[in-house]
């Protein structure tokens, strides 16, 4: 038999094979998400999320700075309150744990674009993403409270706010009550397409928001659904989205592929808690190698069509592209 294309050719050698390579990862392309607690001096560890812990706001400038120096653009901020009560209040007060935390960051890590996930499940008492009435969620009722935690993290000086709650015309609504006060120029990152996913249980951790009763999938998206995540897209981008994100990352790379096919807008994945804490585990267990898996998962999420992407492993991942 005589082979007249031969694939391997191109993969003798080393420096041919990074010639010829499609898909480069740069620290750029990272968002490090971290967790905003109450008072001082506070460093918590997260179980599930070796690496990961919440910070007070002294201990996050000192982290955050760490992250600048990594080369990281961006965090993105999710907060815990001092009290939760039935309608998460604390979630746009001027004085909570994130709003602080935007202040200080630009002031004093100016280099670092500081976006804050805009939701109330960290907030309120029963752990849902937006306000109850007669035993559900309440759609509508909780789009005003959605814009109010946005404009409160613009009026502290967040540099992009992204709602991650599944209210049906959130986006709009926030992005008309950013417009009124005169942030029209600040960017939404919208959680276009999340799913129910039980890849989030190690963050439910983190920022204590475990429903109290139920679960999510009267908001979030149904796993088994692909269509439907291009609809969540298109909505979306009518509201005024400047960029769609899709939630979980690795899972679901069929839908970052067909909205980076779709859609003009940059697109972000999230690789979630489940996701870092699967490959910790087996990393700490001597079951995989750590780096490898990370850069490979990293890469495949970036070759399927995402731009951006939110994950635990940014400072790690960027400490490894620095040479
Ligand atoms: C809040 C929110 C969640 C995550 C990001 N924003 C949890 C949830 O929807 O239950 C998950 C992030 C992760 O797992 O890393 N709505």
């Not at 998400?33 to 008072?39: C, I």
């Not at 404009?151 to 502290?156: C, G, N």
């Not at 509201?239 to 939630?247: F, H, Q, T, W």
């Not at 495949?300 to 492993?313: M, P």
């Amino acid at each position: 038999m005589e082979l007249i294309f031969r694939p391997r050719r191109l993969r003798r050698q080393a420096t041919l094979r990074k010639m010829v390579q499609e898909t480069h990862l740069r620290r750029e392309d990272f968002i490090y998400p971290m967790f905003v607690a109450p008072g001082q001096g506070v460093r918590q560890a997260v179980d599930a999320m070796p690496g990961v812990c919440r910070l007070s706001v002294d201990q996050l400038l000192k982290e955050a700075r760490e992250v600048a120096d990594l080369g990281l653009p961006a965090v993105l901020l999710f907060g815990l309150p001092q009290k939760k009560d039935e309608t998460g209040s604390e979630a746009a007060s001027p004085k909570g744990a994130v709003q602080q935390a935007v202040r200080r960051l630009k002031k004093e890590v100016p280099a670092l674009l500081v976006i804050t996930d805009v939701c109330l499940c960290g907030y309120t008492s029963h752990g849902h993403c937006g306000l109850i009435q007669g035993g559900e969620v309440d759609n509508d009722a909780s789009l005003e409270a959605l814009a109010q935690v946005a404009l409160s993290y613009a009026e502290a000086g967040a540099d992009m706010v992204a709602p991650s709650d599944m209210m049906d015309g959130r986006v709009g609504a926030i992005r008309e009550a950013l417009d009124e006060r005169g942030f029209e120029m600040l960017p939404i990152m919208s959680y276009a397409v999340k799913y129910a996913s039980s890849f989030y249980g190690p963050f439910r951790e983190a920022a204590e928001s475990t429903p109290a009763f139920g679960d999510r999938r009267a908001y979030q998206m149904d796993p088994a659904n692909a269509r439907e995540a291009l609809k969540e897209a298109a909505l979306d981008v009518e509201e005024g989205a400047d960029i769609l994100m899709v939630k979980p990352a690795l899972p679901y790379l069929d839908i970052v592929a067909q909205l980076a096919g779709e859609f003009d807008l940059p697109i972000a994945a999230y690789q979630v808690s489940g996701e870092y804490a699967m490959i910790k585990a087996a990393a700490l267990k001597g079951w995989l190698n750590e780096e490898a898996v990370m850069l490979e998962s990293l890469t495949a999420i970036k070759r399927a069509g995402a731009d951006l992407i939110v994950t635990y492993f940014a400072k790690q991942a960027a400490a490894l592209l620095r040479n």
